[in-house]
């Protein structure tokens, strides 16, 4: 499984911001899709789970947040709204195949394919 991340950028506090992941090379439907992110200096943090059955969210992008995928397109998006500076990361989307521990695992789930990241920018 192969994901390509993209849609980074710089922009200002409380703008918007869309990020794509493609996959190719695995069955698009029997994966679990994620983001994680990963700031300067910091560990790297889960974002979002998504698994078709239930969507898991970190406290921090909970209602700021959200994550769509294109089954036609075997893309996932993440949705990001009202950034702040503390939004500032390398962002990494993931999949997992899609078991029931995974799926319950949610945000905890072990993630065995990641993309490049991509580098979101936040200014004051």
């Known amino acids: 499984v192969q994901l390509q991340a993209s849609g980074g950028g710089l922009v200002q506090a409380g703008d918007s911001l869309r990020l794509s992941c493609a996959v190719s090379g695995g069955t698009f439907s029997k994966l679990i899709m994620g983001w994680f992110r990963q700031a300067p200096g910091k560990g790297r943090e889960a974002v979002v789970s998504?698994?078709?059955?239930?969507?898991y969210y970190a406290d921090s992008v909970k209602g700021r947040f959200g994550i769509s995928r294109d089954n036609a397109q075997s893309t996932v998006y993440l949705l990001m709204n009202s950034l702040k500076p503390e939004d500032t990361a390398v962002y990494y989307c993931?999949?997992?195949?899609?078991?029931?521990?995974?799926?319950?695992?949610?945000?905890?789930?072990?993630?065995?394919?990641w993309g490049q990241g991509t580098l979101v920018t936040v200014s004051s």
């Open positions: 998504w698994s078709g059955y239930r969507t």
């Open positions: 993931a999949a997992a195949p899609k078991t029931l521990d995974a799926i319950v695992a949610g945000l905890s789930a072990t993630f065995d394919y």
